[in-house]
């Protein structure tokens, strides 16, 4: 009996999430590219889940590097049709809480952009705050709302445009190197490039496993939120972000709606996240303690899996026991507002360049972000 047929291309990216849908839209302008997604659509899982907020001082400096690069095409990106910022006016507030003097020292000495405010400042921003919730508070106001399904179609349709393909239903099953080209065997059918990139998210560790290749220790971590209604008085869509600088909890403006969830990090296998709801009930009870407010209902509850690489930093690069596999993994809670710089330096290194000049320009080099660090 002869063998099904094949479907080939200069490069397979496995997972259509941002991160996939980002390196697949970039590299299609010079290479044919196949994007598989093992779900119905694409960005069901951690994309479709994310809080949406540009916060230039989060995470480690290799993340903040990529940050930076990627804030202009934030403003005016390349590949939309469409002109307009993908970015909003939002700003972000930490509150210290009685015992976190200490922390926000310490986010004061190391950001930029953050000036401390004092009592009457703040609560003229958020008026409900408990009187004694909290001691010290400080303000970035250069944080911004994202529009992260604006962005993922973007590249999404520059995918289309420059004749590549997506591919949902489409989970790999088995993956082998076969004749110089990664053979990827999934419901949808077998297909095969010299290029394999591992954009699959929280299940990237389980891919590289089917290639035959240990894993590199990437830890998915489950943050749950919650959608609660507000008075008809309050004009939250004007407030900022706000949390403690512990991160414990914050809340998100969303749609004349508040967005609360626990900033729960905990580690889990792989799998379509849902709320615990003993950790949900802890951080909404965080929550009240600081905003005079009474949890009556939720109007929706969620959860989403945060995927980390043992020393917080992303995996971009080919990974050193196997020829042509690629990994663009470990976004961690910095897949969003990292991806546009992200991409493009996933398409330079898997196209044999160096990374992008916005980038060394800032002091990042492929080595804080290369899968060898990690063998």
Same mark, same amino acid.
């Given at each position: 009996?002869?063998?099904?047929?094949?479907?080939?291309?200069?490069?397979?990216?496995?997972?259509?999430?941002?991160?996939?849908?980002?390196?697949?839209?970039?590299?299609?302008?010079?290479?044919?590219?196949?994007?598989?997604?093992?779900?119905?659509?694409?960005?069901?899982?951690?994309?479709?889940? $994310?809080?949406?907020?540009?916060?230039?001082?989060?995470?480690?400096?290799?993340?903040?590097?990529?940050?930076?690069?990627?804030?202009?095409?934030?403003?005016?990106?390349?590949?939309s049709t469409e002109r307009g910022s993908?970015? $909003?006016?939002?700003?972000?507030?930490?509150?210290?809480?009685?015992?976190?003097?200490?922390?926000?020292?310490?986010?004061?000495a190391e950001a930029d952009g953050l000036?401390?405010?004092?009592?009457?400042?703040?609560?003229?921003?958020?008026?409900?705050?408990?009187?004694?919730?909290?001691?010290?508070?400080?303000?970035?106001?250069?944080?911004?709302?994202?529009?992260?399904?604006?962005?993922?179609?973007?590249?999404?349709?520059?995918?289309?445009?420059?004749?590549?393909?997506?591919?949902?239903?489409?989970?790999?099953?088995?993956?082998?190197?076969?004749?110089?080209?990664?053979?990827?065997?999934?419901?949808?059918?077998?297909?095969?490039?010299?290029?394999?990139?591992?954009?699959?998210?929280?299940?990237?560790?389980?891919?590289?496993?089917?290639?035959?290749?240990?894993?590199?220790?990437?830890?998915?971590?489950?943050?749950?939120?919650?959608?609660?209604?507000?008075?008809?008085?309050?004009?939250?869509? $004007?407030?900022?972000?706000?949390?403690?600088?512990?991160?414990?909890?914050?809340?998100?403006?969303?749609?004349?709606?508040?967005?609360?969830?626990?900033?729960?990090?905990?580690?889990?296998?792989?799998?379509?996240?849902?709320?615990?709801?003993?950790?949900?009930?802890?951080?909404?009870?965080?929550?009240?303690?600081?905003?005079?407010?009474?949890?009556?209902?939720?109007?929706? $509850?969620?959860?989403?899996?945060?995927?980390?690489?043992?020393?917080?930093?992303?995996?971009?690069?080919?990974?050193?026991?196997?020829?042509?596999?690629?990994?663009?993994?470990?976004?961690?809670?910095?897949?969003?507002?990292?991806?546009?710089?992200?991409?493009?330096?996933?398409?330079?290194?898997?196209?044999?360049?160096?990374?992008?000049?916005?980038?060394?320009?800032?002091?990042?080099?492929?080595?804080?972000?290369?899968?060898?660090?990690?063998?």
């Amino acid at each position: 009996m002869s063998e099904p047929a094949s479907h080939t291309a200069d490069i397979l990216v496995v997972g259509a999430g941002m991160a996939g849908a980002s390196a697949a839209a970039e590299l299609s302008a010079e290479a044919e590219v196949l994007l598989l997604e093992s779900e119905e659509r694409p960005g069901q899982h951690a994309t479709g889940r $994310s809080a949406a907020i540009f916060i230039q001082n989060y995470g480690n400096r290799s993340i903040r590097q990529l940050s930076k690069a990627s804030r202009p095409l934030f403003e005016d990106h390349p590949l939309s049709t469409e002109r307009g910022s993908l970015l $909003s006016d939002r700003g972000l507030l930490f509150l210290a809480e009685p015992d976190q003097g200490a922390e926000l020292d310490a986010l004061l000495a190391e950001a930029d952009g953050l000036e401390e405010l004092d009592e009457a400042a703040v609560r003229a921003m958020v008026p409900p705050l408990r009187a004694g919730s909290f001691v010290r508070a400080a303000y970035e106001a250069d944080a911004k709302g994202i529009d992260v399904d604006r962005l993922h179609q973007i590249y999404l349709r520059a995918l289309k445009r420059n004749g590549g393909g997506l591919v949902c239903r489409a989970g790999v099953t088995a993956l082998a190197r076969l004749g110089g080209v990664w053979r990827a065997e999934t419901p949808a059918g077998r297909f095969e490039a010299p290029v394999l990139v591992n954009a699959a998210g929280a299940w990237a560790d389980e891919v590289a496993a089917l290639a035959g290749l240990p894993r590199i220790g990437l830890q998915p971590k489950r943050r749950s939120a919650a959608l609660l209604p507000t008075p008809a008085d309050w004009p939250v869509d $004007s407030w900022p972000l706000t949390g403690d600088v512990g991160e414990r909890w914050y809340m998100k403006p969303e749609g004349g709606k508040m967005m609360v969830s626990p900033a729960d990090a905990d580690p889990v296998e792989p799998h379509d996240a849902w709320p615990d709801d003993l950790v949900l009930a802890e951080g909404l009870d965080r929550f009240c303690r600081v905003f005079d407010y009474e949890v009556t209902r939720l109007e929706a $509850s969620w959860a989403g899996l945060r995927t980390f690489a043992p020393d917080g930093s992303l995996v971009i690069g080919f990974e050193p026991q196997a020829e042509g596999f690629f990994w663009l993994a470990g976004q961690g809670g910095y897949g969003i507002q990292t991806a546009p710089a992200a991409a493009r330096c996933a398409a330079a290194l898997a196209l044999g360049r160096g990374v992008p000049t916005e980038l060394a320009r800032l002091g990042f080099t492929d080595l804080s972000v290369s899968p060898a660090r990690l063998r």
